[in-house]
C-alpha cells in the first residue's frame, strides 16, 4: 500500500495537518518581529543620545549667551558643566540677610534687575510656547543669534541657595526686612532664593514674555553642597549676650545682628546659582 494514501510524508510528516504548512511562517514572523525588536532598540538609544547632546548644547549656549550680557550690565558670573550659573553671595546679599529691597539692598536689588533684564532677552527663545499667539523662534526679532540647529526649550531654572557651615549661635535672629526668625543657615539659603524668585515672578514683563509658564523655582540647601573645604568652623555672633541666651532658652528671636556695610561675606559656599533645566525634545522640534 502507498504510504501516502494515509496522509504520510515519507520522512512521517502528517500532510493532512494544516498546521505543518504555518510552523514556517510562523518562525519567520517570530524572527522579523525580533529584529524589528532589536532595530527599535539601537534607534532609540541613538536618539536619547542624540537629544543628550543637542540638549547639552542647546543649554550651553543660553547659559554663555545669559553670562554674556550679564558682562556687558557689569557683573561677571561663573557657570559649571552640568548647566549652573552662579553669584557668589556676597554679590547679592549683605551678611546675615536674605532681602533684596532696593531701599534696604540696593547692591542685590540692582544685580537680580539686571539679570531680569537679560532673561527677557534671551528666555523666550527657549519656552514651549511664545508670548505671542502664533511668534514662533524663527519670527522673533531677539532670537536671530539662536542657530536654528538647537530647537532644545527650557523645562525648569531653579534658583538654589547656599550657605557655609558657620553656625548661627543662638539660634534665632530676626531678618530686618522679611520679619523673619531665622534659626538656621538652611533657612536663611531658602530664604535667599526665595527672594530671588519673587522678585523674578513680580516682574509682569518678564512674566508676559515667557507666555506666562511657571519655569521658575526655588529651593535652599543650606551648608550640604559646599564648593570649597571648610577648614575652619566658626559661630556667628560667638560672644552672644546674656539676654540673647535667655531669649533663645524660651524661644524668642533676638534683633539682627548689627553688621558694617562694608562688611561682606567672602566664603564661596555662600553663594546663589540657577539651575538651567531642558526639556525633553520633540521630534517635530527638528528640522526636516
Known sequence: MNPNQHGLHHDGEDLNNPESDFAPLTDLF????????????????????????????????????????????GYVLTSTSNGVIRFQGHDLFKIAQANLDSSKNEAGHKAITALIRVFKNVLPCFVERPAVSGESRESNPKCGWVPHSNPGKIATILIEGHANKARIYPPGYMEPFLNVCIKTNKQLSVLRAQSVYDMIQNDADLVQALGDQPIFGFAGYGD???????????????????????????????????????MVETNPNLRVEFRVIMAPPKLEDYPS
Not at 230 to 243: F, H, Y
Open 30 to 73: 517570530i524572527s522579523i518581529a525580533f529584529i524589528f525588536l532589536i532595530l527599535m532598540a539601537i534607534f532609540s538609544d541613538r536618539l536619547q543620545q542624540a537629544s543628550f547632546l543637542t540638549d547639552t548644547r542647546t543649554r550651553d549656549i543660553i547659559i554663555e549667551r545669559i553670562k554674556d550680557e550679564m558682562k556687558t550690565e
Open 224 to 262: 550640604t553642597r559646599p564648593i570649597v573645604k571648610e577648614k575652619e568652623v566658626k559661630p556667628r555672633n560667638p560672644t552672644a549676650s546674656a539676654s540673647a541666651l535667655r531669649r533663645e532658652a524660651k524661644g524668642e528671636c533676638r534683633p539682627a545682628p548689627s553688621y558694617n556695610d562694608q
